[in-house]
């Protein structure tokens, strides 16, 4: 079982930032990527359809052996989460929110935490919920759904990006904000954009890192990080290959990576 690869997924390659960072904390563990890239934006979706294409991921991921799955999207992990945790008693399931949620109960106190991330993230209420069923802090958030698509694209360090992320946070729901949370596991590819815009007034969370840290520390609890040192192949798969796909995953991933496609509709 340890030694059994530990699923990824995301609607497209933003998870593959999750999955950076989990590969260099857990350099001896194998993964598995998939990224719904045929489906993706998850944020423009009904809860339903979410539900169904992460159901059909994990069943995939339970195909490979999975001994742990993360969902690395916070879209699916605001809707699907908690039926997908139900429906898979057999499977250590990990969602992107909890993690942020457990750090926020053990650091932060009466402040003022704005959220963005995509409409169907915002329209959960998911971090509004949790946030205020364990703290005082007052939580405000903000669909920014332009966000994660002109990432995809490229569009990051740039004239178009800055322009677009300013928009967003000179919005009056984020006026005050002592902490914000990025919550699109697209988003560490403009974090530095967005700690220039606040220029140290707010403290942006290191979604990722927080992320990483409690699952692997989930994992060593449970007994489930594998003992054997030796190197191996990761596998990365999408459900639509594109040429532009495979340029930026190696952006978000940091090397370069081999994309295969495979189609879970057919
Ligand atoms: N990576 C997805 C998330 O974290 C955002 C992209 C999408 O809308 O599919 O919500």
């Known amino acids: 079982m340890k030694s059994n690869p ?3 997924f995301d609607s497209g ?5 999750i999955a950076h960072n989990i590969k260099k904390r857990l350099p001896y563990e194998k993964i598995i990527y998939f990224g719904d890239t045929k489906h993706l934006p998850y944020g423009e979706k009904s809860n339903e359809a979410i539900k169904q294409f992460s159901e059909k991921i994990i069943a995939f991921l339970k195909t490979k052996k999975c001994k742990a799955i993360i969902i690395a999207c916070n879209s699916a992990s605001s809707v699907a989460f908690n039926e997908l945790e139900k429906k898979n008693k057999k499977v250590m399931i990990f969602n992107v ?3 942020i949620i457990n750090y926020i109960k053990n650091n932060i106190k009466n402040c003022k935490i704005g959220v963005i991330g995509t409409k169907a993230t915002v329209r959960s209420k998911i971090y509004k919920k949790k946030i205020t ?9 903000l669909a920014t759904p332009l966000l994660a698509p002109m990432i995809e694209e490229g569009y990051f360090n740039e004239a178009i990006s800055n322009t677009v992320i300013n928009n967003y946070l000179s919005n009056a729901k984020l006026k005050n904000i002592t902490h914000l949370i990025l919550a699109c ?9 967005i700690n220039n815009y606040y220029n140290g007034c707010v403290s ?3 979604s990722s890192k927080i992320i990483t840290d409690y699952i692997t520390n989930k994992l060593k609890e449970n007994d489930l990080l594998n003992n054997n040192k030796r190197t191996i192949k990761d596998s990365f798969y999408v459900s639509n290959f594109t040429k532009s796909f495979e340029k930026s995953a190696k952006l978000f991933f ?9 189609d879970l509709d057919t």
């Open 254 to 262: 940091k090397e370069k990576i081999q994309l295969k496609e495979i």
């Open 6 to 8: 530990i699923g990824i």
């Open 97 to 99: 929110v909890d993690p």
């Open 185 to 193: 596991t697209h988003y560490p590819l403009i974090q530095q954009e």
């Open 13 to 17: 390659i933003g998870g593959l930032t």
């Open 133 to 141: 069923r364990i703290s005082n802090n007052n939580v405000s958030s």
């Open 204 to 206: 942006v969370f290191e």
